[in-house]
């Protein structure tokens, strides 16, 4: 079952603007972890946050991590056309190191 | 920077063929792993490793093997390939086991004609 659920599916917004991902979970975790992925290529890591961590910030980016609610969400603040991607969030298994992935926003930024 | 090299970007070959994808890092980490993504559900862990010649199955090894003879190189093999295995291929590593990212290849787009 997904252990990582991002809502919305899909998001479309105007250069300049903010985009808001949340992610959902069911078991607890260590970390979670954001990923990039443009078209027809691999995943690109964003950002960690440890579950003791409540927010982080990377450049444009911000994570925030609600262990109470079992969820997530992924801002980037002033959007570019070359933000356009699909994001993943993924929680790990444990101590293993493997992760499970969620289904994944899709945003597209107009310029 | 951590480069993962897939052998290939597109692939074409016929059902029951054997089919070798490969993979390459250089950052001399442990943990490798393979992964098939499709539409609508996401990425599926095939098989992973934690160590030279050590494999373990993830969640869809069925009709799947994996070789990693060497630390840097991790093999995915379809026995006698299948239509239904068409799919985009992603291999990644990562360093240790618990809270480090996975670094990603570029991705194998691979058909099953």
């Known amino acids: 079952s997904q252990q990582g659920e991002e809502d919305p599916q899909a998001l479309s917004i105007q250069e300049g603007e903010n985009a808001t991902m949340n992610c959902s979970y069911k078991?607890?975790?260590?970390?979670l972890q954001w990923y990039r992925q443009n078209s027809g290529r691999g995943l690109v890591h964003l950002i960690l946050?440890?579950?003791?961590?409540r927010e982080k910030h990377s450049g444009r980016l911000r994570v925030t991590l609600d262990t109470s609610k079992k969820s997530s969400s992924l801002l980037i603040t002033a959007s570019r056309a070359a933000d356009t991607a699909s994001y993943f969030c993924?929680?790990?298994?444990?101590?293993?190191?493997?992760?499970?992935f969620g289904q994944g926003t899709t945003l597209q930024v107009k310029p | 920077d951590v480069k993962v090299t897939q052998s290939s970007r597109y692939l074409v070959k016929r059902t029951g063929e054997k089919v070798f994808l490969e993979c390459v890092q250089d950052m001399d980490h442990e943990n490798m792993f393979w992964y098939r993504q499709d539409p609508g559900l996401g990425l599926r862990l095939i098989y992973f490793?934690?160590?030279?010649?050590?494999?373990e199955k993830g969640d869809i090894p069925e009709g799947y093997s994996v070789s990693r003879e060497k630390k840097e190189r991790f093999s995915l093999i379809l026995e006698s390939a299948s239509t239904n295995q068409t799919s985009m291929y992603l291999c990644?590593?990562?360093?240790?086991?618990?809270?480090?990212?996975?670094?990603f290849g570029d991705g194998t787009r691979l058909s099953i004609l």
């Open positions: 490793s934690y160590d030279v010649k050590m494999k």
């Open positions: 078991t607890s975790i260590n970390n």
């Open positions: 946050i440890r579950s003791n961590e």
């Open positions: 993924a929680t790990d298994r444990g101590n293993t190191g493997k992760l499970i």
């Open positions: 990644a590593s990562s360093r240790d086991r618990e809270g480090q990212p996975q670094h």
